[in-house]
């Protein structure tokens, strides 16, 4: 065909072969699900080798599918670290689900833009729909309206523009560099707050230094008599309280701050109260857990990520504002463009962030949480929960081990002891290490109040008794070989 391959034909490849291909590959996830418990779950390639096994340039001719089907084996897998495998116990665990797979092969079919209700109308219709769902699981009463992004990060960004719309004059219009009538903006998190938080002042032009970091207490809560503290000291000083940061399931430990307090400092003060909710909020699903909702209602904005603890795989993260004028009014703007596509429409998605361009999310929350249902779901966070504590127990009964946090929700913080803190630092590292290069489980280490810790996460659905019992006497064995 004169030198033209297959590839290089007009148009995509021909359906019979896409078919088989669909085919092969539905075999080959189902087969990846099934068999995920035999794989070693940390790769061993080192760094770089991947890419310096393969053509530094793009191929001038195409090549067929089957061969770079094959290669998912031969090269993609050796340098997977395998977060669904039920033995991985770092971050939160991992939340993948076979109907979020499902969901997410549709969605790729699809390849729908939700930036306008009329660029397809049921990607917004669903988004709405689920972001209602969820907003009745958390509480949040009917003042508050929910938009979904990537993540907990570019949520938290977009609350804290909002606070800053309302805290200095026409930032929108005119932003803050160069004027001497917006004062210096200060944020207030706890000392346990994620790094998010930081990143969002970073591009909002508040700047990292004026974010404050608040001491947390015994229970790595944020003290609120230190927040009252640092918000009456920068007034003093002629800074501007903007907003507090107020964490429901922090990182390291999973504690969850004094909301309603904090929710009065912030009126007192005229101060915006944002929520991490990122990872705590899926617990607003148990019943018996309504404690963690507490205060929610008093805050302008929240963000929960269902990535985190809801079963929908990544990324999938909400954040409800009280008022979502409040954000539309920092970023509705309409090119001339998309004016025919954005006319008419109950809501358009792009009008609340920075994105215009936006996926199909809602399609998958809306599969899983149909799949499982509330009580499903609740089912298996509940048993996340009592494996956390039955973890914590054994912990707790070994004289080697020590607890390093409370136990608060599918997340443990320990310590293995030894003669002096520095020692301790240097065999709970070297634990870590061990067992994550082991691939047989995978943990974290993180620190508190300056001390090396290790941390097991639990939230995969595939995570059973059998697995974390298995984990314990990797760590067991792991401490009674490793040198001192
Ligand atoms: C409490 C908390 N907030 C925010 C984040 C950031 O989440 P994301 O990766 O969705 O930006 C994390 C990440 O683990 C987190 O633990």
Redo the contacts with the bound molecule.
């Keep these: 065909m004169n030198g033209v391959n297959k590839q290089e034909q007009l148009g995509d490849i021909p359906a019979d072969v896409f078919r088989k291909h669909l085919h092969e590959l539905a075999d080959w996830i189902a087969d990846y699900r099934e068999n995920i418990a035999s794989y070693r779950i940390s790769p061993t390639a080192p760094a770089g080798a991947i890419r310096a096994a393969l053509p530094q340039s793009a191929p001038e001719r195409g090549e067929p599918l089957g061969e770079i089907i094959s290669d998912i084996d031969r090269i993609v897998m050796p340098g997977v670290m395998h977060w669904a495998h039920p033995d991985f116990m770092g971050?939160?665990g991992a939340t993948t689900t076979a109907p979020g797979i499902l969901a997410e092969m549709v969605v790729a079919a699809l390849n729908v833009n939700a930036m306008t209700w009329r660029t397809s109308p049921v990607a917004t219709e669903l988004e709405t729909l689920v972001l209602d769902w969820l907003q009745q699981w958390l509480g949040l009463t009917s003042e508050f309206r929910g938009v979904v992004y990537?993540?907990?990060?570019?949520?938290?960004m977009h609350a804290l523009a909002a606070a800053r719309e309302e805290a200095a004059d026409s930032v929108r219009a005119l932003g803050i560099s160069g004027r001497d009538d917006v004062p210096m903006l200060r944020v207030y998190t706890s000392d346990q707050?994620?790094s998010?938080v930081d990143k969002a002042a970073i591009a909002l032009g508040i700047g990292e230094q004026n974010v404050r970091r608040v001491a947390s207490d015994s229970e790595f809560k944020m003290d609120v008599d230190a927040l009252r503290a640092a918000v009456a000291d920068d007034i003093r000083n002629g800074y501007k309280p903007l907003a507090v940061v107020a964490?429901v399931?922090?990182?390291s430990t999973a504690s969850v701050d004094p909301v309603r307090a904090i929710a009065s400092i912030c009126r007192e003060y005229d101060m915006w109260l944002h929520i991490?909710a990122?990872?705590?909020g899926g617990l607003a699903v148990l019943p018996e857990c309504d404690w963690v909702k507490d205060g929610w209602n008093e805050a302008d904005s929240l963000?929960v990520?269902s990535?985190?603890m809801l079963f929908v795989p990544f990324?999938f993260?909400t954040l409800y504002v009280r008022d979502m004028r409040r954000l539309r009014d920092v970023f509705t703007l309409i090119p001339e463009y998309l004016r025919g596509d954005a006319a008419g429409a109950e809501i358009n998605y792009m009008d609340y962030g920075v994105q215009l361009g936006r996926r199909f999310r809602g399609l998958k929350a809306w599969m899983v949480w149909r799949t499982f249902g509330r009580l499903g779901i609740a089912a298996r966070i509940r048993d996340h929960l009592r494996l956390a504590q039955l973890f914590a127990s054994w912990v707790d009964e070994d004289q080697r081990f020590e607890l390093a946090a409370p136990t608060v929700m599918g997340v443990v913080c320990f310590r293995i002891k030894a003669a002096d803190d520095n020692t301790a630092d240097r065999l709970n590292s070297r634990a870590v290490e061990t067992i994550n290069i082991s691939g047989k489980s995978y943990l974290m280490q993180t620190k508190l109040r300056g001390r090396t810790v290790i941390r097991l996460g639990l939230g995969n659905l595939l995570t059973t008794e059998k697995n974390v019992r298995r984990t314990w006497e990797i760590i067991q064995q792991t401490v009674s070989t490793i040198p001192g």
């Design positions: 971050y939160f990537d993540t907990a990060s570019i949520s938290t707050a994620h998010s964490t399931g922090t990182t991490d990122a990872y705590g963000v990520n990535h985190k990324d993260s």
